[in-house]
């Protein structure tokens, strides 16, 4: 599989053969472009020298907020966003062993499960983490039973709402036009 999210060859590749990478590009994934969410995974491995949640979380917060704020920077809010990656990190060791994908395969986890499991992650709310499930499930190679229900409607098949319907440049745009029409209608609400 294949992941073609940020327009980066190298940044996609990260994300499609690292599952840290993926789950912290989504936390990245709010008040900036998604391309530059995704895209941090990257920059972070390589001012960091590495991406791994248990060398992630025991960096030195003010050295990890200074790896965010290099140029061009992780995200628009590197101390609070820092903080997020290192606290998902922690959470990761202290629950899944440091291993991100243990969150969607452990146990061979039904659809429900895996959103439970995202929701109680630092900084997933009820939408990110149906997101993401609805990303594993189109993208990632998840198969778990019930996964597009518990991802709603974001599994919907043939949808186009978010960064799990992004599988290429036109798939892209199609998912921006959405979020306008989204933003536009809320507006008028």
């Not at 030195?60 to 990656?85: L, Y």
Request: charge should be negative; glycine fraction near 10%; aromatic fraction near 8%.
């Amino acid at each position: 599989m294949s992941l073609h999210i940020t327009g980066d060859t190298a940044a996609d590749a990260l994300l499609s053969e690292d599952p840290l990478a993926l789950l912290i590009g989504m936390l990245l994934d709010q008040q900036i472009a998604m391309e530059t969410a995704f895209s941090g995974p990257l920059k972070i491995s390589e001012r960091a020298g590495e991406l791994d949640a248990a060398a992630l979380a025991g960096y030195d917060p003010d050295a990890f907020v200074e790896v965010f704020r290099q140029t061009p920077a992780v995200h628009r809010f590197p101390g609070s966003m820092a903080a997020r990656v290192q606290a998902l990190c922690q959470a990761l060791v202290d629950d899944w062993h440091g291993d991100a994908a243990a969150l969607w395969t452990d146990g061979d986890p039904d659809g429900p499960t895996v959103l439970k499991r995202l929701k109680a992650l630092p900084g997933f709310g009820e939408q990110k983490a149906k997101i993401f499930l609805a990303l594993l499930g189109k993208q990632y190679g998840y198969t778990g039973e019930g996964w597009r229900a518990a991802s709603a409607p974001y599994g919907e098949e043939g949808s186009f709402r978010s960064v799990a319907d992004i599988v290429s440049p036109e798939s892209l745009s199609q998912v921006r036009e959405h979020k306008r029409a989204m933003k536009a209608a809320a507006k008028k609400g």
